[in-house]
């Protein structure tokens, strides 16, 4: 009898520790988020300001229902009891506050933090006060964690994101957790049982395919995207890091080919930019909902590259009831006439009717070949339906 009941007792404690919050990310996280187009340049008022204009211009209703606080929004130091606190002068309301107003507006609120020492930035990180600050986040009415990984020392990538998510869980709060780990080990290996999205790679420009040492081009991401497919699904998704739509480096095409793959790899989908001034063509690209239907099909199934060949590439994702997402990219520096011949896609069974999501019309069956003018850098997006 004695035995049983410490079997039990095992069994209650192994399930009270190691679980993440099921269920909080069915589909790709989408909202909006600070660091690309502002960094370090953030207070209480642009917060304010966004979240306003998430409302106004239809975005929240889109699906955009993050905001999330990057980077630099803490003071320099802990108080004297070690709580994290934020910088009064960018946040003079505080955190409650700030998550109070993001509540009453319909947002769930997001913030970041590091599991190393300190942020990239330099403000305290969260190593070694993690049931602490989840405890802080669940006062303040976090609904999602970004954490980062600067200044880990020789800290355990999988072991260090565990403890969060055990802290997370403690606090009792429901809470996305966000891995901010750059893909240097591989979380698609690890992180599904540990958080809702993982980071792939490094971090996103605003440019087509530059590289730099520790930031790149949506082009170069979406290349290291390729055999990540299996390791997404519903409530587990690879991040292939927030978007760069309609910040300055990229041209109307870019971040219309950056959105539409985008959501062809079911990414969770965190706008990047300024969306108080922003014009009415990038306003409607972040909007489209037949684009981010694709997205945030029920199916959970991230796409991948089908075909690969100069300048040419072809993206698929499997939909539900039966349907496809198809997204052709012209990566050269061309405009380029292309051609698909829909019996080269084996996997497309039977007749399917075709529409062109972007122009939003119909344009045939895949009894026909498809033809079609693409400029340089930009995509054709496709969704196919069966016909019964
Ligand atoms: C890292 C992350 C970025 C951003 C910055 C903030 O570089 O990958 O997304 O959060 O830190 O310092």
Redesign the pocket.
């Known amino acids: 009898m004695r035995q049983f009941a410490c079997f039990l007792l095992l069994v209650s404690s192994m399930t009270a520790f190691g679980q993440k919050f099921e269920g909080l990310a069915p589909t790709p996280p989408m909202g909006w988020?600070s660091?690309?187009m502002f960094?370090?340049n953030i207070n209480e008022q642009l917060i304010k300001g966004v979240a306003e204009t998430l409302l106004s211009n239809g975005m929240q209703k889109a699906g955009y229902t993050y905001v999330v606080i990057?980077?630099?929004w803490e003071s320099m130091a802990r108080d004297t009891a070690g709580n994290l606190i934020a910088d009064p002068a960018k946040f003079p309301g505080g955190m409650k506050a700030l998550g109070d107003y993001l509540h009453a507006k319909g947002f769930k609120f997001g913030i970041?933090n590091?599991a190393g020492t300190q942020?990239?930035?330099g403000f305290p990180g969260g190593r070694g006060h993690e049931f602490q600050d989840a405890r802080t986040y669940a006062s303040w009415g976090v609904d999602y964690l970004?954490y980062?990984?600067?200044n880990h020392g020789t800290a355990n990538a999988e072991e260090t994101y565990k403890t969060m998510r055990d802290a997370l869980h403690a606090a009792g709060r429901p809470v996305v957790f966000s891995l901010?780990e750059?893909g240097n080990n591989q979380p698609w290996l690890w992180a599904e049982k540990v958080g809702h999205l993982w980071?792939t790679t490094?971090?996103?420009r605003d440019c087509f395919d530059c590289q730099g040492v520790?930031?790149m081009g949506w082009k170069v991401i979406l290349d290291k995207q390729v055999g990540l497919e299996k390791y997404a699904g519903p409530d587990h998704w690879n991040d292939p890091?927030?978007l760069e739509v309609g910040n300055k480096g990229l041209s109307l095409g870019e971040s219309r080919a950056h959105f539409s793959l985008w959501c062809i790899l079911a990414a969770p989908l965190m706008a990047g930019n300024d969306v108080r001034n922003m014009s009415k063509e990038i306003r409607d690209i972040l909007t489209d909902p037949d684009v981010i239907a694709i997205d945030q099909d029920p199916l959970g199934k991230q796409g991948y590259r089908f075909i690969e060949n100069p300048g040419k590439e072809i993206w698929v994702k499997e939909l539900s009831n039966g349907e496809w997402a198809v997204c052709v990219l012209n990566g050269g520096d061309n405009e380029m006439e292309i051609h698909v011949n829909w019996n080269n896609l084996p996997f497309l069974k039977g007749t399917f009717r075709v529409r062109d999501i972007w122009t939003r019309k119909d344009i045939g069956t895949t009894k026909e070949e498809f033809v079609g003018q693409i400029p340089s850098h930009n995509v054709v997006l496709m969704r196919l339906a069966p016909v019964h």
Do not use: P, Q, S, V
Request: negative net charge.
């Open positions: 988020n660091w690309n960094a370090g990057d980077d630099c970041h590091c942020t990239c930035a970004k980062d990984w600067c901010c750059w980071r490094g971090d996103i520790y930031d890091d927030m």
